[in-house]
């Protein structure tokens, strides 16, 4: 048995926190739960905290040491189509240009997209769904 047990929150260095924070609270609907303006913000989904700091110099990328991704469950697809539609108004730089079937036929639907920062968000949903109308796209590793 390991000696840790699951995640107590991660850590976002973001370039923009008020870009950021409203990323998280308006697109998301994470609940804030502390702020101070140019320096931190916590937010929450409920299940999962997401500290950000105001500390980045410049935009992330998944080609530098560091976190490639953040993964966070959806309960639906449905819920993935509200959210990628909330990003498109907000003009959100998505990956593989919207909700996809992860890899192959048969994977997850995820949608994968940018924060204000640049960090990658992956939207992932364990439903399944006739795969037809849902285009394949890259998975996880893949970059654009």
Request: charged residues 20%.
């Amino acid at each position: 048995m390991a000696l840790t047990h699951g995640v107590n929150h991660v850590g976002l260095s973001v370039t923009d926190l008020e870009a950021s924070m409203d990323f998280f609270t308006e697109i998301l609907e994470f609940e804030r739960l502390q702020y101070e303006a140019g320096h931190h913000a916590y937010v929450t989904d409920g299940v999962t905290m997401i500290t950000l700091w105001q500390t980045a110099e410049r935009e992330a990328t998944v080609s530098v040491a560091g976190m490639h991704h953040l993964a966070l469950s959806v309960p639906s697809v449905a819920v993935l189509r509200q959210i990628e539609e909330r990003m498109k108004q907000r003009k959100v730089r998505l990956q593989f240009g919207g909700i996809g079937v992860k890899g192959q036929e048969g994977g997850s639907i995820a949608l994968f997209c940018y924060e204000p920062s640049g960090i990658r968000i992956e939207l992932t949903t364990p439903e399944k769904v006739e795969a037809k109308e849902i285009p394949i796209i890259g998975g996880c590793g893949a970059v654009d």
